[in-house]
């Protein structure tokens, strides 16, 4: 049987072509979600107040959450915006992304929570204070759907993550710490 002949079923190709992408998707994943975080850290920190109003009405209308009350809410809302960066450097450097991953799927769980509750509830709240600086105004149905296209890339990210085989030094493969490999001498 000749090679021409001889057929490959389609999905066993495009799992070997998945395979082979796979560090690149992984990397657009966490540049995507670093992205946002950074935007949204840096905002929260040069402009709280809108994100502090959030929390304010959040704690007051979910009594779960209601323990953000007896706190400083600029701090809590600084505190997030640090957290926020701190996962977007370890997404976007790609040291210990799945547990940036997992941290980032919890803090939108919790969000996605509180958003959920107040459109439930049927509260008007004029944002939710994401991008602070940055504004980002938006209804708490389109935060919703946006949160929840979050939650897929961050979902993606966790399934590439463990698909994806480290370097050495522990790092994922396309990182600024991860070694080049180079051919040696005679390899082309």
Known sequence: MELAERKVPLYICSMKVLQRHIPLLLWAV??????????????KLLDPSTAQNFVETVAREVEVLSV??????????QGFAVLELVIAALLVVGIQARQAFLALLSIV?????????????????PTCGCFGAFGGEMTLEVALLRNLVLMALILAGLVLTTHTKKTKNGSLPISIFARQRTAPSGEV
């Open 109 to 125: 769980v919790l969000f996605t929570i509180a958003l959920g509750a107040l459109y439930l509830r049927g509260e008007q709240v």
């Open 68 to 77: 953000f009350t007896a706190l400083p809410l600029l701090r809590v809302v």
């Open 30 to 43: 966490r540049l995507a979600l670093g992205g946002v975080l950074l935007f949204s850290g840096v905002g």
